[in-house]
Antibody, heavy 122, light 107 residues
Framework: EVQLVQSGAEVIQPGESLNISCKTSGYTFTHYWISWVRQMPGKGLEWMGRIDPTDSETNYSPSFQGHVTISVDKSISTAYLQWSNLKASDTAMYFC???????????????WGQGTLVTVSS | DVQMTQSPSSLSASVGDRVTITCRASRGISDYLAWYQQKPGNVPKVLIYSASTLQSGVPSRFSGSGSGTDFTLTINSLQPEDVATYYCQKYNGAPLTFGGGTKVDIK
């Protein structure tokens, strides 16, 4: 069974850095791209970026380029989303999602993590 | 970048009604279009991909159609458990943009 298990909720102060994780199991990690999706409170879904776990090739939405970094650790089948300077406006639920089509960046998302709530507040 | 415009942003219908949600792309995206359902407090779930392919396990009252720039999600015979927000998403190239969502509830 494919599973994506995300790290727990975080409460962080503005200006701090943060790394949240998405641990996968039930399939070969390097065979499918992974995307990250943001959902601000009461708002819609926003695609942030994607990564090919094979070689860490990444693509970012222009809205998030330069503000977040997506990475993987193949040895533990885990993807990461990290910030170096969080703002209050980063308060949101963040989802990781596995692409459906083998080795394709152009794919719908058929498996999702449970979400990580990040609250940025002083 | 291709923009995805969903309409309506919300609707209220009776149990048993046929519900139609539309999604328009600002440029042609062939059939690289998915529909997701997100119930309150839950993770999004794929309903339709490749514009019209029903995901395994999804009730057959859900259907998708369209190609190019205009797409439709139809719920035949709306059920109480279909109360949710529905999103379209294009995925033929970055960014993989979502539509703004359509909130569906029961009248």
């Amino acid at each position: 069974e494919v599973q994506l298990v995300q790290s727990g909720a975080e409460v962080i102060q503005p200006g701090e850095s943060l790394n949240i994780s998405c641990k996968t199991s039930g399939y070969t990690f390097t065979h499918y791209w992974i995307s990250w999706v943001r959902q601000m409170p009461g708002k819609g879904l926003e695609w942030m970026g994607r990564i090919d776990p094979t070689d860490s090739e990444t693509n970012y939405s222009p809205s998030f380029q330069g503000h977040v970094t997506i990475s993987v650790d193949k040895s533990i089948s885990t993807a990461y989303l990290q910030w170096s300077n969080l703002k209050a406006s980063d308060t949101a639920m963040y989802f990781c999602a596995r692409h459906f089509v083998f080795s394709s960046p152009a794919s719908s998302f058929h498996h999702w993590g449970q979400g990580t709530l990040v609250t940025v507040s002083s | 970048d291709v923009q995805m415009t969903q309409s309506p942003s919300s609707l209220s219908a009776s149990v048993g009604d046929r519900v139609t949600i539309t999604c328009r792309a600002s440029r042609g995206i062939s059939d690289y279009l998915a529909w997701y359902q997100q119930k309150p407090g839950n993770v999004p779930k794929v309903l339709i991909y490749s514009a019209s392919t029903l995901q395994s396990g999804v009730p057959s009252r859900f259907s998708g159609s369209g190609s190019g720039t205009d797409f439709t999600l139809t719920i035949n015979s709306l059920q109480p458990e279909d109360v949710a927000t529905y999103y379209c998403q294009k995925y033929n190239g970055a960014p993989l943009t979502f539509g703004g969502g359509t909130k569906v509830d029961i009248k």
